[in-house]
């Protein structure tokens, strides 16, 4: 009923920059609102950044002044901006969503498949 596509991941070296981007399809009503998480091997999921509606953000303590979120000029779009990367931000990146459609009661949450950001020299 929704997807969630993720791009912009690749390799990169350290100090460098990359820019993510999802975009939400599908049966949306309504967006609450999307954030990027993400996964490190052997670590838990962590949130990254977020962004709802009306555009607050919210931030990791680690990635605060060096990563970036914000809203597409498309509907249900949105990027993560990243620079001065670091090894230590390699992870697979996921973008989450939260969404209530036309033939649910409430919301759930969305995920997609995730992008590989790998930070190396």
């Known amino acids: 009923q929704v997807q969630l596509v993720e791009s912009g991941g690749g390799l990169v070296q350290p100090g460098g920059s990359l820019t993510l981007t999802c975009a939400a399809s599908?049966?949306?009503?309504?967006?609450?609102?999307m954030g990027w998480y993400r996964q490190a091997p052997g670590k838990q999921r962590e949130l990254v950044a977020r962004?709802?509606?009306?555009?607050?953000?919210d931030y990791a303590n680690s990635v605060k002044g060096r990563f970036t979120i914000s809203k597409g000029s498309a509907k249900n779009t949105i990027y993560l901006q990243m620079n001065s990367l670091q090894p230590e931000d390699t992870a697979l990146y996921y973008c989450?969503?939260?969404?209530?459609?036309?033939?649910?009661?409430?919301?759930?949450?969305?995920w997609g498949q995730g992008t590989q950001v790998t930070v190396s020299s």
């Open positions: 989450n969503a939260v969404i209530s459609t036309a033939t649910m009661i409430g919301s759930s949450n969305y």
């Open positions: 599908g049966n949306i009503f309504t967006n609450y609102g």
């Open positions: 962004i709802t509606p009306s555009s607050n953000t």
